[in-house]
Nanobody, 122 residues
């Protein structure tokens, strides 16, 4: 089982990027899907999560109002739309899957993608 994340890149502050995460199996329809990020020397940080039914998206305070998480069931893909990007958003972004209810606890996630790098220049 793999999670394939894509969409990272270099963008100027104030710009936008859309990350995508596609599980290799459709069994993830019953999983909460989340995005986390990490920079060197810092702990992994929760960014956003969405329940298996597509409702109850949850966001970190630092991205609330700027990022939107969504899931496209026909395409079996989870998206993270990132607007008004700031230099402090620079990090490697990981998608992850947790069976059951929506959670912000990274330790509750069962599967992790390989990460995609987002760099925001000032």
């Amino acid at each position: 089982v793999q999670l394939q994340a894509s969409g990272g890149g270099l963008v100027q502050a104030g710009g936008s990027l859309r990350l995508a995460c596609r599980p290799s199996e459709r069994t993830f329809s019953r999983y909460c899907m989340g995005w986390f990020r990490q920079t060197p020397g810092k702990e992994r940080e929760f960014v956003a999560a969405i329940g298996w039914s597509g409702d109850l998206p949850t966001y970190a305070d630092s991205v609330k109002g700027r990022f939107t998480i969504s899931r496209d069931y026909p395409k079996s893909t989870i998206y993270l739309q990132m607007n008004s990007l700031k230099p402090e958003d620079t990090a490697i972004y990981f998608c992850a899957a947790a069976y059951g209810r929506t959670t912000v606890d990274g330790n509750a996630y069962d599967y992790w993608g390989q990460g995609t790098l987002v760099t925001v220049s000032s």
